[in-house]
């Protein structure tokens, strides 16, 4: 089981099993037991785990669902829930749902979805690296000032009034 904690300050624990699969499944549309297949020449099939990474609210339904017991004793709707979702309480929920689709499939397909999580992570180190570098330096400052002078250059840059 892995937690996360929402805007609210609440602490949320992601326990899939069976049954919170199917509730999944059921009331957000989702099927986690398809987050990976292996084809039969070995291509790996995820792109389940890409949409939840790049729909926030399609990750948000599927973790209400898999949240809904304790939603319900909080008295929590999917609305509040929804409500104390953003910025980095996503991060973490996003992180303890790809821990908990890996932790509850058996080998081999465990130790591909752990590869592949592991590479995902790393390349958002990468990228995070990378703006860490452009924010150190003024290069990201040069740029910004270089699209305002362009933008307020164009509209000065027509001819003298007549008059």
Same mark, same amino acid.
């Given at each position: 089981?892995?937690?996360?904690?929402?805007? =609210?300050?609440?602490?949320?624990?992601?326990?899939?099993?069976?049954?919170?699969?199917?509730?999944?499944?059921?009331?957000?549309?989702?099927?986690?037991?398809?987050?990976?297949?292996?084809?039969?020449?070995?291509?790996?099939?995820?792109?389940?785990?890409?949409? !939840?990474?790049? /729909?926030?609210?399609?990750?948000?339904? &599927? !973790?209400? #669902?898999?949240?809904?017991?304790? @939603?319900?004793?909080?008295?929590?709707?999917?609305?509040?829930?929804?409500?104390?979702?953003?910025?980095? &309480?996503?991060?973490?929920?996003?992180?303890?749902?790809? /821990?908990?689709?890996?932790?509850?499939?058996?080998?081999?397909?465990?130790?591909?979805?752990?590869?592949?999580? @592991?590479? &995902?992570?790393? #390349?958002?180190? &990468?990228?995070?690296?990378?703006?860490?570098? @452009?924010?150190?330096? /003024?290069?990201?400052?040069?740029?910004?000032?270089?699209?305002? =002078?362009?933008?307020?250059?164009?509209?000065?840059?027509?001819?003298?009034?007549?008059?």
């Amino acid at each position: 089981m892995h937690t996360f904690t929402d805007n =609210a300050g609440r602490v949320w624990t992601a326990n899939l099993n069976v049954a919170t699969l199917k509730r999944v499944r059921a009331l957000a549309g989702v099927d986690l037991a398809s987050a990976i297949s292996v084809e039969r020449d070995g291509k790996v099939e995820a792109s389940l785990l890409e949409r !939840l990474a790049s /729909d926030p609210a399609l990750l948000v339904d &599927a !973790l209400y #669902a898999l949240c809904k017991d304790e @939603a319900d004793k909080l008295k929590v709707t999917d609305e509040d829930f929804g409500r104390a979702m953003a910025g980095d &309480a996503i991060l973490g929920a996003t992180d303890a749902l790809l /821990d908990e689709i890996v932790d509850f499939f058996p080998n081999p397909k465990r130790a591909i979805l752990q590869r592949l999580v @592991a590479a &995902a992570r790393r #390349a958002e180190m &990468a990228a995070k690296a990378a703006l860490d570098k @452009a924010l150190s330096t /003024d290069e990201l400052d040069r740029a910004a000032d270089s699209l305002l =002078a362009a933008s307020t250059g164009s509209s000065t840059n027509s001819p003298a009034s007549a008059g």
